[in-house]
C-alpha cells in the first residue's frame, strides 16, 4: 500500500540519509530502540503511574491517620485507630450486607447467563450469532443511569410490574413478598428485592462475555461424545459442559463482585435505607467528612478483590477473559 | 469442529436464552415509550396518552443543554488523551519484550478492575491533597485514566494480527521512522484506534461514579440525571433526556463493531 508513495523518492537504489531534525531522529531510533520504546512508555506510564498509582497510595496513607472526634480535624499520625473503627457492630454489617448482596448477583448472573452464552456460541451461527453478540454489547454499553431510571420505572408501584400482575390476577403474590421481612418493603422499588433485581440487570453482560468466550472453547463432538456414551443432558451439563465454563463463569464474576461491591448508586436509587459499602464511603467522605475511615472503607473491597483475584487465578480464570 | 450440520438447540435453552435476551432489552424499550407519556406526575402504566410536548419543552431547557455540552466537551478531550497514550502503551508493549511489562498492562487496566468509586476517592483526597480546585481539567484528569483502558485494549488487539515483517519491509525500501508510521502503521491500526476512541467516548459521555468526585459544582448530562433521579424536579423532561441518552450512546456502539467486527477481538470486552 505504501509503494507507489516510496517509489516516487527512491531512484536510487541506496537512499541518501535523511536530512534535518527528522533524519537524525529516525536513525536515533533505529539505532536504539530501548530509547524509542522508552519515550513510548513515559507518557502512559507518567499519567497512570503519578496520577492514578499516587491518588491511591495518598488514599491508603489517610486510612491510616485518624479524625479527632471533638474538632472533627483530621490528626496526621499513624494510627491503626480507624480500622479498629471499620470493626463496629454497624460497619461490619454493611460489609456483610454487602458481600452477600454481592455474592447473590453473582450467582443469579450465572444461571442467567449460561443459556445465552451456550446458544450464542454453540448454536448461533451467522447473522444469528452478530445478533446475539449485539444483543449482549448493547445493554453493556447502554448508559448506566437510563437502565437504573428504566427499572425505576417497572418497579414503581404504579409501574408496568404492578400492571402486568394484577392483569394476571398474581397481586397476591407480590404483596406476599413484600411483608417478607429483609427481603420486602413498602413497594419493589424501595426494597432490597428491587436493589438485587438491578444489580443483576445491570451486571448481567459483564457474565454472559467471559463465560461465551469459555463456552466457544468447548468443541462441539465433546458433548456430543458424552450423550453417545450414554449421558443423559443432565450428566452431560455437571460432568462436561460446566467444568470446562467454570473458569468463564469466575472470570465473569469477577466484575458482577467487583461491581456490586463498590457500587453506591443503585442502592441508594432503588432500594432501602440501610447502607452498602459504597454508600458508607460517599457519606463518610462527603456529609460526615471522616476522609479516614472512608480510605479504610474502600480497603475492604480492594482487599477482598485482591483474595477473589487470587483464587480466579489459580483456577485459571484469566485465560477466559 | 462439529461433526454433523446444524444441530438445533433444545425447546428449553431456546426459550431461557429468549427470556434472557428479553430481560436485557425490555426495560430499554420502555425509556422510548416514557418519552411520550402524559403523565407528569408518576411512573403510572399503561400511560394516560401520548404527546410530543416534552421534546419541545426539553429542547429549551438551557441546563439540560449546559450539562450536554460540557459532557460532550470532558468526552472528546478525554478521548484524545486516552487515544494518545493506550497507543503509545499498546505499541510499546506488543512490539517487544521488556522487564516490567505485565506490570504495565496491570496499571493500565486497574483503573477500570477496582470499583470506580476507589478511583472517584482517591482522587478527589489527591486533589484535596494538592490543593487543585475543581475544573473542567479534573474532570478530565479522572476520564482520561479510565478510558485509556478501552483504546489499549482494541490497539493490542489489532498490532497482534499486524505482522511485524510489514515495518521490516518498509524500511528496507528507504522509508525513514515517520515514514513508516505514517505511511504503514497508521492505516493499519487507524480502525481499531476509531473503534477504540468510540468505546472511550462512549465510556466517559455515561461515566458518573468518577465523576461525581471530581466535578465539584460542574453538571455533566450523567450528573443531571443522576440530580433528577434523587430529587425529581420535571420527570416528563428526564424521561426525554434518557431517551436520547440512549441513542446517543447507541450510535458510536454499532459504528465500533462495524469497524471490528471481521477481527478476532471483542471491541467491547474493555469496559
Redesign the interface.
Known amino acids: ?3 507507489v ?2 517509489n516516487s ?2 531512484a536510487s537504489a ?2 541518501p540519509r ?1 536530512g534535518g531534525v ?2 537524525a ?3 536515533l ?2 539505532r536504539k ?1 530501548k530509547l ?2 522508552l519515550l ?2 513515559l ?3 507518567l ?3 503519578i ?6 497510595f ?2 491508603l496513607l ?1 486510612s491510616f491517620f485518624s479524625i479527632d472526634e471533638f474538632s472533627g480535624l483530621i490528626n496526621r499520625q499513624f494510627t491503626l485507630k480507624t480500622y479498629g473503627d471499620l470493626l463496629q457492630a454497624a460497619n461490619l454489617d454493611i460489609i456483610l450486607r454487602t458481600v452477600t448482596m454481592a455474592a447473590l448477583v453473582t450467582f443469579a448472573s450465572a444461571i ?2 449460561f ?2 452464552a ?3 456460541a ?2 448461533a ?1 451467522g447473522r444469528w450469532k ?1 445478533l ?23 418497579l ?1 408501584k ?3 410490574l404492578t ?1 402486568l400482575l394484577a392483569k394476571l390476577h398474581l397481586l397476591w403474590l407480590l404483596d406476599g413478598w413484600l411483608s417478607l421481612p429483609v427481603v420486602g418493603g413498602n413497594s419493589l422499588s424501595v426494597s432490597s428485592t428491587g436493589t438485587f433485581i438491578v444489580f443483576v ?1 445491570v451486571w ?3 457474565m454472559i ?1 467471559p463465560v461465551q ?1 469459555a463456552l466457544e472453547r468447548v ?3 465433546l458433548v ?1 461424545a458424552s450423550s453417545d456414551l450414554g449421558a443423559s ?1 443432565g450428566q452431560t451439563f455437571r460432568n462436561v459442559l460446566f467444568p470446562l465454563a467454570l473458569p468463564g463463569i469466575v472470570a465473569g464474576s ?1 466484575f458482577t463482585f ?2 456490586t ?5 443503585i442502592p ?2 432503588i432500594g432501602t435505607s440501610r447502607l452498602f459499602i ?1 454508600q458508607a ?2 457519606s463518610q ?1 462527603g456529609t460526615a467528612g471522616n ?1 479516614p475511615l ?2 479504610a472503607f ?1 480497603v475492604v ?2 482487599v477482598i ?1 485482591g483474595l477473589y483475584l487470587w483464587g480466579a487465578k489459580r483456577m485459571g480464570a484469566f485465560d477466559a ?1 | 469442529m462439529r461433526s454433523d450440520g446444524s444441530p438445533s438447540a433444545p425447546l428449553g435453552l431456546k426459550i431461557a436464552a429468549a427470556c434472557g435476551l428479553l430481560f436485557l432489552h425490555l426495560p430499554i424499550f420502555l425509556i422510548f415509550v416514557y418519552a411520550f407519556t402524559t403523565e407528569e406526575k408518576s411512573f403510572a402504566w399503561p400511560p394516560p396518552g401520548l404527546t410530543m410536548q416534552w421534546f419541545a419543552v426539553t429542547w429549551n431547557r438551557p441546563d439540560v443543554w449546559e450539562a450536554l455540552s460540557l459532557s460532550v466537551r470532558v468526552a472528546a478531550i478525554s478521548t484524545l488523551v486516552a487515544l494518545v497514550l493506550g497507543t503509545l502503551c499498546a505499541a510499546a508493549v506488543s512490539r517487544t519484550r521488556f522487564f516490567g511489562r505485565e506490570t504495565i498492562s496491570l496499571l493500565v487496566i486497574l483503573p477500570i478492575a477496582l470499583p470506580g468509586i476507589i478511583t472517584g476517592i482517591a482522587l478527589r483526597s489527591a486533589f484535596s491533597l494538592a490543593e487543585i480546585p475543581f475544573s473542567f481539567w479534573t474532570i478530565v484528569l479522572g476520564h482520561a485514566t479510565f478510558c485509556v483502558v478501552v483504546v489499549y485494549n482494541n490497539a493490542v488487539a489489532r498490532f497482534r494480527r499486524t505482522s511485524g515483517s510489514m515495518i521490516e519491509a518498509s524500511m528496507d525500501l528507504g522509508a525513514d521512522g515517520f515514514q513508516t508510521f505514517r505511511h504503514v502503521v497508521l492505516p493499519n491500526i487507524a480502525t481499531a484506534l476509531l473503534a477504540g476512541g468510540m468505546l472511550a467516548f462512549a465510556l466517559s459521555f455515561d461515566e458518573v461514579i468518577v465523576t461525581t468526585f471530581t466535578a465539584g459544582q460542574q453538571q455533566t448530562l450523567p450528573i443531571w440525571m443522576l440530580e433528577e433521579l434523587i430529587r425529581p424536579r420535571q420527570r416528563p423532561v428526564t424521561n426525554v433526556v434518557a431517551m436520547v441518552v440512549v441513542l446517543v450512546t447507541l450510535l458510536p456502539i454499532l459504528v465500533a463493531y462495524y469497524l471490528t467486527r471481521d477481527g478476532d477481538q471483542i471491541a467491547g470486552s474493555g469496559k
Open positions: 500500500m505504501t509503494i508513495a516510496l523518492k527512491s541506496i537512499l535523511g527528522r533524519g531522529l529516525s536513525d531510533f533505529w530502540p524509542l520504546l513510548m512508555l507518557p502512559p506510564v499519567w497512570l503511574g496520577v492514578y498509582v499516587g491518588s491511591l495518598a488514599l489517610q442467567i447467563a443459556p445465552i451456550y446458544y450464542a454453540r448454536y451461527r452478530a446475539f453478540y449485539l444483543g449482549v454489547m448493547l445493554p453493556l454499553w447502554s448508559s448506566y443511569l437510563v437502565k437504573i431510571y428504566a427499572w425505576k420505572l417497572i414503581a404504579e409501574g408496568i400492571w440487570y448481567l453482560p459483564f462475555l468466550a468443541p462441539g463432538n456430543e443432558p469477577i467487583s461491581l461491591l463498590g457500587d453506591y448508586i441508594q436509587i459504597g464511603v460517599y467522605q476522609i472512608a480510605a474502600t473491597p480492594i478483590m477473559l
